[in-house]
């Protein structure tokens, strides 16, 4: 079975705090992808990731950044937090056209 | 405007029948599309590819229909149970593009026993 890991179920953080999101996949995906989810809005495309150091911006990657150095890992940074970045991020890896998705967490910035 | 709409939010049916969900999409060209259920705190589940030359496709007591024509996947559950109350979403990759998931919203499904 695919396993998609993420570091925190749960994560409260102060505004301006820098946030670090780790997500780990273990069966040797190329592609990555940190999404955000909103009551109302849906799964939206923060940044994603097809190659090791490789990565590429999504549908709203405004205030994030990403980094993957391993293959198996991809972390998703928060500069600098907002209240607006208060949501449900979930992670995903995937092969070809199926994309296997992480437990999710829920980060509430204050 | 390109758009990717589950017409219910919610959807409420009794144990036994068959629960019929729908994907409509405006102004994309899919080369596929996929079905995902989602229970409360929990990441989506892959459950179904259809690609844009398939007219149907069946997994158990699922089903996944796809009319280009109508620019419309409908998603169907037989014989429901109160174990498939989850929210169902879909999600389209456009022709010609990165390979990146476009989702929809999302319906939530409530089996009633």
């Known amino acids: 079975d695919v396993k998609v890991t993420q570091s925190s179920r749960y994560l409260v953080k102060r505004t301006g705090e820098k946030v670090f999101l780790e997500c780990v996949q273990d069966m040797d995906h190329e592609n990555m992808f940190w999404y955000r989810q909103d009551p109302g809005l849906g799964l939206r495309l923060i940044y994603f990731?097809?190659?090791?150091?490789?990565?590429e911006k999504g549908d709203i990657p405004e205030g994030y950044s990403v980094s993957r150095e391993k293959k198996e890992r991809f972390s998703l940074i928060l500069e600098s937090a907002s209240t607006n970045q208060t949501s449900m991020y979930l992670c995903a890896s995937g092969i070809l056209e199926t994309q296997y998705f992480g437990p999710g967490t829920r980060l509430l910035v204050l | 405007s390109q758009k990717i709409e589950q017409n219910s939010e919610a959807l409420n049916i009794q144990e036994g029948k068959t629960a019929t969900l729908t994907c409509n999409y405006t102004n994309y060209s899919p080369a596929y599309l996929q079905w995902y259920r989602q229970d409360p705190g929990r990441g989506p589940v892959f459950l179904l590819l259809?690609?844009?030359?398939?007219k149907e496709k069946r997994k158990e007591r699922l089903k996944v229909t796809f009319d280009t024509t109508l620019k419309q996947s409908l998603f169907h559950i037989t014989a429901s149970q109160p174990a498939d109350s989850a929210t169902y979403l879909c999600?389209?990759?456009?022709?010609?593009?990165?390979?990146?998931?476009?989702f929809g919203k999302g319906t939530k499904l409530s089996v009633k026993p």
């Open positions: 990731s097809y190659d090791v150091k490789m990565k």
């Open positions: 999600a389209l990759v456009a022709r010609g593009s990165q390979g990146n998931l476009i």
């Open positions: 259809i690609r844009e030359n398939e």
